[in-house]
T-cell receptor
Framework: GAVVSQHPSWVICKSGTSVKIECRSLDFQATTMFWYRQFPKQSLMLMATSNEGSKATYEQGVEKDKFLINHASLTLSTLTVTSAHPEDSSFYIC???????????FGPGTRLTVT | RKEVEQDPGPFNVPEGATVAFNCTYSNSASQSFFWYRQDCRKEPKLLMS???SGNEDGRFTAQLNRASQYISLLIRDSKLSDSATYLCVVNKSGYNKLIFGAGTRLAVHP
């Protein structure tokens, strides 16, 4: 159990365009979803935490107007990278947790390349 | 100072070797501790939780020293398939957030 999917698994886009990444919990209700970013040879960095039906809470230094997060249901959260630039190229990973649980289940990640 | 610090490695060991990784964390109020494994270009996967009493899962043993704010992972009888990056992860006290170390890379060779 506790499967999280992400779509797409990889995407290449041109500078200035927007990209949407979906994160789904397939077999449980995810009250909280997390979005992380990982640059090569670096650690996962938490970008934002979202609770279903609420506005996302962004970590310091993460632009909320650039990285739009929507968590409209208990099984789906989306991250939209707006006006993408090459420096946004990274590995984006979501995770999900059920109510009252610290355990997070990770999606397989989305590799974004902005040209 | 980083919240979670690890030796980045790489640790290059032969099959069958025993290898130990260390990790320190800065927030003394942290409550939950984990070791994750991450393969190249993949998502992290939970290897084991870490308890104050220490815990073992097959060839893997994890220890927590709250007084020293130190976590360790011991891998015995290393296999080629153990080659990966091992992430020390700490739950941020009072929050449902995980703080990841940068990882220690392990390469097991024949």
């Amino acid at each position: 159990g506790a499967v999280v999917s992400q779509h797409p698994s990889w995407v290449i886009c041109k500078s200035g365009t927007s990209v949407k990444i979906e994160c789904r919990s397939l077999d449980f209700q995810a009250t909280t979803m997390f979005w992380y970013r990982q640059f090569p040879k670096q650690s996962l960095m938490l970008m934002a935490t979202s609770n279903e039906g609420s506005k996302a809470t962004y970590e310091q230094g993460v632009e909320k107007d650039k990285f739009l997060i929507n968590h409209a249901s208990l099984t789906l959260s989306t991250l939209t990278v707006t006006s993408a630039h090459p420096e946004d190229s990274s590995f984006y990973i979501c995770s999900a947790s059920a109510q009252s649980s610290y355990e997070q289940y990770f999606g397989p990640g989305t590799r974004l390349t902005v040209t | 100072r980083k919240e979670v610090e690890q030796d980045p490695g790489p640790f290059n060991v032969p099959e069958g070797a025993t290898v130990a990784f260390n990790c320190t964390y800065s927030n003394s109020a942290s409550q939950s501790f984990f070791w994750y494994r991450q393969d190249c270009r993949k998502e992290p996967k939970l290897l084991m939780s870490v308890y104050s009493s220490g815990n073992e899962d097959g060839r893997f043993t994890a220890q927590l020293n709250r007084a020293s704010q130190y976590i360790s992972l011991l891998i015995r009888d290393s296999k080629l398939s153990d080659s990966a990056t091992y992430l020390c992860v700490v739950n941020k006290s009072g929050y449902n957030k995980l703080i990841f170390g940068a990882g220690t890379r392990l390469a097991v060779h024949p």
